[in-house]
């Protein structure tokens, strides 16, 4: 099985990251293939889609992202990576 996983830091908290990631990054249609559905637990955000089911865990100053990948979303990896790191980078870390 192909997995993504990601470890980002950021200048922000999980409150203020949280509040972006409702704004800017479900809102994405680029995203939405992978965020079919997104649900809050805590600061966890579990995600699921046909390309694949995982985390994104928010702590202040970090975001962990892990995602097991569907034998679809395995063909779209390089794409899925790139549009996350794209969209989380804006909250000004780096992985």
């Known amino acids: 099985m192909s997995e993504i996983k990601k470890t980002i830091r950021t200048d922000h ?3 203020e990251m949280k509040l972006y990631i409702n704004q800017n990054i479900l809102s994405r249609k ?34 962990e ?6 034998f ?5 990896k390089k794409q899925i990576e790139s549009g996350l790191d794209v969209e989380f980078k804006q909250l000004g870390g780096k992985s």
Not at 49 to 62: A, E, M, P, Y
Not at 65 to 70: A, E, G, H, Q, R
Not at 72 to 76: E, H, I, M, S, V
């Open 13 to 15: 908290s999980a409150t």
């Open 65 to 70: 992202i892990s995602i097991n990948l569907t």
């Open 72 to 76: 679809f979303g395995r063909f779209a």
């Open 30 to 63: 680029e995203l939405a293939a992978l965020f079919s559905s997104a649900v809050w637990a805590g600061n966890t955000l579990n995600v699921a889609s046909k390309l694949g089911s995982g985390t994104v865990v928010l702590q202040d100053n970090l975001i």
